[in-house]
Nanobody
Framework: QVQLVESGGGLVQAGDSLTLSCAAS????????MGWFRQAPGKERQFVAV???????DYAVSVKGRFTISRDNAKNTVYLQMSSLKPEDTAVYYC????????????????WGQGTQVTVSS
């Protein structure tokens, strides 16, 4: 069932900024840990950022200091603000609900969006 819808992807130049949105059709949205993952061609899907119901955040080392995850519970929406974009940020970005930590790593589970393409040119 489609419960998460991403938007905001596109083609940008290195150094530019872009903000992704994820609209959620979920009950108890405000208490769910929400996250962003990305996948480049030929690569595994990688954790990018997570925000818990209490608004605690965590980021992949590769994006820390450049990306900011946030949420607006009144709008049932989670955001990913991306700055100083690099070509290596090029990937399909996926929103996930109920993100969990296992063995100090973050994983998505059953609820994912369809993905939105981010392409960063040099």
């Amino acid at each position: 069932q489609v419960q998460l819808v991403e938007s905001g992807g596109g083609l940008v130049q290195a150094g530019d900024s872009l903000t992704l949105s994820c609209a959620a059709s979920l009950r108890t949205f405000s208490s769910r840990a929400m996250g962003w993952f990305r996948q480049a061609p030929g690569k595994e899907r990688q954790f990018v950022a997570v925000i818990t119901g209490s608004t605690s955040t965590d980021y992949a080392v590769s994006v820390k200091g450049r990306f900011t995850i946030s949420r607006d519970n009144a709008k049932n929406t989670v955001y990913l603000q991306m700055s100083s974009l690099k070509p290596e940020d090029t990937a399909v970005y996926y929103c996930a609900a109920d993100v969990r930590a296992y063995g100090s790593r973050w994983y998505g589970h059953d609820i994912w969006g369809q993905g939105t393409q981010v392409t960063v040119s040099s």
